[in-house]
Structure formats: structure tokens, C-alpha cells
């Protein structure tokens, strides 16, 4: 498994913006798929968007699609997450998560799918 600590999180007003980061260590980082997964109180876990390997290939989920852009620096073992006009109902706990499987050709939006988390950080947009 992957080391991952995420970064970023804060306070803003609706309209706003956040750039969330999460440093990867303890295994080779650019050999795996990155994803950005959110939980909002009272709700369960849900993809927010995902980065193949070397950062060619993008999925998002709809309800973040041309707001959101996920990103990633192999020389740097981090993946980003630019989070703009933000909307209240983008507050919640974001985790970045390592996908499981090694040299995959694909992006997954399924948390099962993903074997390394890391602790989550706090987006909180005020209306």
C-alpha cells in the first residue's frame, strides 16, 4: 500500500475555489491510477474524479464535471484537486485514494477499486 496525506481543505464562500493536494509515498507512485473520492455528513462515500497514470486519461463525475480538474506530478508523487465555483454541496471530506492494481490502462470511479486512503481533508463552502 501507498502513504497518502492530503492537504488544502478550508473555508470559502460559494463561487469560490480550493486546491486540494495529496502526497503519495511508499510505493512507486506514477505506476498507479489516482482518485478523489467525498463524503458529505450523513451520506455515504462518492467519486468526485479519477487520473489514469500518467495523467493522459481524466473521469469525473457529473456533478463536479467542468467545475473540477483533477492533476498529478509523477516527479512529485502528488495528485491535485482544483475545485472551482464551488457550491455548498460540494462540502464534505476529501480523500485521495491509490488504485489497486498496478500498470491499469484505465480510470475507475468505484472506491473498491482503490486499496490505499488517506486520512481526508475539509472543503466547507458557506452560501
Known amino acids: 500500500q501507498v502513504h497518502l496525506v492530503e492537504s488544502g481543505g478550508g473555508l470559502v464562500q460559494a463561487g469560490g475555489s480550493l486546491r486540494l493536494s495529496c502526497a503519495a509515498s511508499g510505493r512507486t507512485f506514477s505506476r498507479y491510477a489516482m482518485g478523489w473520492f467525498r463524503q458529505a455528513p450523513g451520506q455515504e462515500r462518492e467519486f468526485v474524479a479519477a487520473?489514469?497514470?500518467?495523467?493522459?486519461?481524466?473521469y469525473y463525475a457529473d456533478s463536479v464535471k467542468g467545475r473540477f480538474t483533477i492533476s498529478r506530478d509523477n516527479a512529485k508523487s502528488t495528485v491535485y484537486l482544483q475545485m472551482n465555483r464551488l457550491k455548498p454541496e460540494d462540502t464534505a471530506v476529501y480523500y485521495c485514494?491509490?488504485?489497486?492494481?498496478?500498470?491499469?490502462?484505465?480510470?475507475?470511479?468505484?472506491?473498491?477499486?482503490?486499496?490505499?486512503w488517506g486520512q481526508g481533508t475539509r472543503g466547507t463552502v458557506s452560501s
Open positions: 487520473i489514469s497514470r500518467s495523467g493522459g486519461n481524466t
Open positions: 485514494a491509490a488504485d489497486k492494481a498496478p500498470l491499469g490502462a484505465v480510470v475507475r470511479g468505484t472506491a473498491g477499486c482503490y486499496d490505499s
